[in-house]
């Protein structure tokens, strides 16, 4: 068997699998096995396959096939031009993020400029967002809090892999862990927090089905984490300070709701690339 036959065989098993992106996923995943990609398979196609090479494929093949999400499968998944080590328990960073990432990092340059601050990632996750956060702006402090066991793991893993020097990782719920801080102590609070509505989750493909249910669930109206971090943690804010959320479609004028009865003014939206209010900021001015 060539390099070639062994691809097209992936792409017509993913295909008939139904999967969303066959091709794509199959060279993703000869890559991850045979350790080369798109431009050498051109070049080098008709070289014979080594028998363990193809069974590696074949065995990631049939994750996939599976609904296994692409992300758990390789182990590692880019964002914002970083790293993440992903798996089983751990939410997978999105290209969607990156706007919410974006309207933060606007709003710290319009307020504050090179001014070192202290931030703080609830939900953190994998650390996507404290890392980005924290390249950007290395004289400022960057706390990621996160409460799942298995997602702490992760962070701690990207925190070193990333050389993220001025991160600090705490393991925290954001429904209790507030009294852990002073008052008017950050300058900016960011989240991706779970947003879906609770009797949703059963109807979403069975890749996010397989993401870990406590970085999803928002509970019943899908609300439950923008209100405790509106109503908790914005007194740890500095008047002035900024709040930054990832939304979910159809939850900007809830969200935006909360936060200015709050007290939070200037209020920003970002749209992500199918042109969905996925990030909204405000400057906290009680």
Known sequence: MTYNDLYRQSKT???QAGLDSPAFDAMCLFESACGFGRQQLIMNGNMQVQDAQADKLLSLINRRKNHEPLQYIIGVWDFMEHSFCVGKGVLIPREDTSVVVELCQSEINRIFGD??????????????????????????????????????KYLQ????????????????????????????????????????????????????????????????????????IVNKWS????????????????????????????GFTQIKQALDIQEIQRGISGVYRP
């Open 115 to 152: 001014k070192p601050l202290n931030i703080i990632d609830l939900c953190a996750g994998s650390g996507a967002i404290s890392v980005v956060l924290g390249d950007a702006y290395k004289a400022s402090h960057i706390t990621a809090l996160e409460k799942s066991d298995t997602a702490f």
């Open 13 to 15: 098993i993913l295909s």
């Open 157 to 228: 893993k990207n925190v070193l892999l990333n050389k993220a020097e001025n991160v600090g990782i705490v393991t925290g719920d954001v429904f209790t862990d507030y009294v852990n801080y002073v008052e008017n102590f950050f300058d900016v609070i960011i989240s991706n927090p779970p947003y879906i509505e609770s009797q949703v989750i059963a109807t979403l493909e069975p890749e996010v089905q397989l993401e870990p249910l406590m970085a999803l669930d928002g509970g019943t109206d899908g609300y439950d984490f923008y209100r405790v």
């Open 235 to 262: 007194s740890l804010l500095k008047r002035g300070g900024v709040l930054v959320f990832e939304l979910g479609e159809g939850q900007l004028d809830t969200v935006k709701q909360i936060m200015e009865s709050a």
